[in-house]
């Protein structure tokens, strides 16, 4: 009986407050904590940050987040994190792709909030990211206003490829031993957007590989992909002239009809809004006779 007497009491003194308040003062509404010295340890986080206004409040970025440049990137390492040089920037919010080790629990113990934003598998998985980032940046009418623009341009880009190029099949290459995406991971998606076959969900083991399985050249060969998508350029110097060089490669249709993709590698392997970018150049070559 004292502890519901207790808490009547409380709450009778809870609400004799509000009333007080309320005739005291014009009522408040509750205001949401934005952090103000962020690190971010995800390229594609980084890219969203700076996307929708929030980059005055990130004071440091990990050494892969090379765009945009004026990201003040540094030395630390979403891989292999030091957690003693993380908390050495006094941040009050780090934001994760990827915790090896479990050293975001240990941030947290240094009292340094971490949210960790997955790697996404699909666009509204991207969308939802963007927007939870805007909450906890204060900047959620500029977040809204980036998934809105990739909506609207990528329903755009869609529409402006023609139905009887909605179903070519496509190769996506990850490296030149083969390593592939399948439509169940995020670029795969991008691909089912256009209605594209993509070779690499027919492999073996490609679900057991996570949605990225190792093709080989007889496999792709074989499969006769309409359009090839090379996501090494930068990392492995692969080009059209690289492709069609390869034992074989010149019967494949992408090859005889010039539908080699060279995409940015980093745009490519993000989940941001670069994305709208990719997209494009893949519909141009899509469209090609």
Same mark, same amino acid.
């Given at each position: ?7 009547? =009491? ?28 962020? &690190?971010?340890?995800? +390229? ?27 990201? +003040? ?22 934001? &994760?792709?990827?915790? +090896? ?17 997955? %790697? ?25 206003? =980036? ?10 880009? =869609? ?16 490296? +030149? ?75 494949? %249709? ?21 994305? =709208? ?13």
């Amino acid at each position: 009986m004292q502890r519901v007497s207790i808490a009547v =009491v409380a709450a009778l003194a809870a609400a004799l407050v509000v009333v007080s308040l309320s005739t005291a003062a014009p009522q408040r509404t509750r205001t949401t904590h934005h952090y103000r010295r962020i &690190i971010s340890l995800s +390229p594609t986080v980084t890219e969203d940050l700076f996307a929708f206004g929030a980059g005055k409040q990130v004071i440091a970025v990990d050494n892969q987040s090379n765009y945009p440049k004026r990201a +003040p990137r540094t030395s630390l390492s979403g891989f292999t994190p030091n957690v003693e040089a993380i908390a050495g920037y006094h941040p009050d919010l780090v934001l &994760i792709s990827y915790d +090896p080790g479990n050293f975001g629990s240990q941030l947290k113990k240094l009292g340094i909030k971490v949210v960790n934003i997955a %790697a996404a598998s699909n666009l509204k998985q991207a969308y939802d990211e963007i927007l939870q980032l805007g909450r906890l940046t204060g900047h959620v009418k500029g977040a809204k206003a =980036v998934v809105h623009s990739m909506r609207k341009h990528l329903a755009a880009i =869609v529409r402006s490829v023609p139905a009887t190029r909605r179903h070519l099949r496509v190769y996506h290459e990850l490296d +030149p031993t083969y390593y592939s995406a399948t439509s169940a991971t995020f670029i795969g998606s991008i691909y089912k957007l256009f209605g594209f076959r993509d070779i690499a969900d027919a492999a073996s083991g490609a679900a057991a590989a996570g949605g990225y399985p190792q093709l080989s050249g007889e496999y792709i060969i074989a499969k006769d992909p309409q359009i090839i998508v090379l996501a090494d350029t930068r990392c492995c110097q692969q080009s059209y002239a690289t492709v069609s060089s390869r034992p074989g490669w010149s019967t494949i %249709a992408a090859v005889q009809h010039h539908r080699v993709v060279s995409a940015n590698d980093d745009v490519a392997s993000r989940w941001g809004p670069r994305i =709208v970018q990719f997209a494009r150049t893949v519909a141009r070559i899509a469209k090609q006779s």
